[in-house]
């Protein structure tokens, strides 16, 4: 099992300068990837995310990179045209709304910092500079993946803990609901006595016992319950994602643990139902940050 948090980080050398690129990964429904690059043009993003993409599987993936030194080169400037444009029309309807000129509205606009930008990448081949931020990034997954991988293992052996007492406890409900119909009989035995001068056929007493223990057997659900723990046991040895199957799965633990609690009419069964599901939910709570 992989966690979704990390962090990674790799280094790489382009057009004379030094970059280094940053992953962080949180917890997510599904995946995300959001991508900043210092690079203009939207393939390079492409493909990063499609990277990113090819070995996470779960989370949101916050990618960027920066300069970390100077190189002799220095960038050459480039006009984002389609920013241009639309400040362009901006200025002109602010101009047309306010009945100004040009000159007039762009002063009541505040500067756009990104119009003009410096790309060290200018000159150079499209491929040279994919190649180089390929290998910075992929050192970046594999540290990345490597931290997420840590973090399972340690999740997967609490959990494995927590496993171990549902599993701990589902034997003692099994030892419980085993003998509660004898002592549904006592109880009502005992009831049917308190009462002066009524006569109960112990037959009808029998019925009455028998319906009863029907009401409040549990061995489907029990039975459930521990193929449930086995086969989140083997979920928690893989090494693909799994988290989703596993939050899954603990919602079927409490449906059956639910259902025994129901029908059971003892306390002490709702005792152990209700340490049940505290584990259950212990276990819910870290299944949330798996991949």
């Given amino acids: 099992m992989n966690s979704m948090t990390g962090y990674g980080r790799g280094e790489l050398e382009l057009g004379g300068r030094s970059y280094c690129v940053e992953l962080r990964s949180y917890n997510n429904r599904f995946l995300d990837v ?4 210092p690079w203009l043009g939207k393939d390079l993003e492409v493909k990063v995310e499609g990277a990113i993409r090819g070995r996470v599987h779960r989370g949101r993936v916050e990618a960027s990179a920066w300069e970390t ?7 050459r400037l480039q006009l984002d045209e389609a920013l241009a444009r639309d400040l362009g029309a901006l200025l002109g309807k602010l101009a047309e709304i306010i009945g100004a000129d040009l000159g007039t509205a762009a002063r009541l606009v505040p500067p756009q910092r990104e119009l003009v930008l410096a790309d060290p990448t200018l000159g150079l081949d499209p491929e040279q500079t994919w190649s180089a931020l390929e290998e910075g990034l992929a050192q970046a997954l594999d540290r990345l993946l490597e931290m997420r991988r840590v973090e399972g293992q340690a999740t997967g052996r609490d959990m494995a803990q927590h496993l171990d007492e549902v599993e701990r406890l589902r034997g003692r409900l099994a030892e419980e609901t085993a003998s509660e119909p004898e002592t549904l009989r006592a109880r009502l035995t005992e009831r049917i006595a308190a009462l002066d001068g009524v006569s109960v056929d112990p037959e009808r007493i029998a019925q009455e016992v028998a ?4 009401r409040c057997d549990v061995s489907e659900e029990l ?4 193929s449930h723990i086995e086969q989140l046991r083997r979920m928690m040895d893989q090494d693909g994602p799994v988290g989703r199957e596993i939050e899954f799965l603990l919602q079927e633990f409490n449906r059956e643990l639910n259902t025994i609690g129901s029908k059971s009419q003892s306390g002490s069964i709702a005792h152990l139902v209700v340490q049940a599901k505290t584990a ?5 709570e870290q299944a949330q940050n798996l991949e």
């Avoid at 030194?69 to 960038?75: K, M, Q, S």
């Avoid at 319906?211 to 029907?214: F, K, P, Y």
């Avoid at 039975?223 to 521990?226: D, G």
């Fill in 211 to 214: 319906l009863l223990a029907d």
């Fill in 280 to 284: 259950v939910e212990r276990m819910r």
């Fill in 34 to 37: 959001k991508v900043r690059l």
């Fill in 223 to 226: 039975a459930r319950l521990e």
């Fill in 69 to 75: 030194g100077g190189g002799a080169a220095g960038g």
